[in-house]
């Protein structure tokens, strides 16, 4: 009926997560100039209103 349920239990996308950031080589981390977004508390067009609000910022071309 239009919802979607994700593939992985989430516990299992935690470790995987868990395990790709403690890796010895190339650990998964955030970019040193990467935006972060906290979505947890937000509906979708909040988090679209937030990325277009740092994409505005970072790239102020009125064609934007």
């Not at 919802?3 to 239990?9: G, I, K, N, W």
């Given at each position: 009926t239009g919802?979607?349920?994700?593939?992985?239990?989430i516990s299992d996308i935690r470790e995987r997560d868990e395990r790709d950031r403690n890796r010895p080589v190339a650990p998964l981390r955030p970019a040193d100039d990467a935006v972060i977004v906290d979505s947890t508390t937000l509906s979708i067009d909040e988090v679209l209103d937030r990325v277009l609000e740092e994409v505005r910022r970072i790239f102020p071309d009125p064609a934007l």
């Open positions: 919802v979607q349920t994700c593939a992985l239990p």
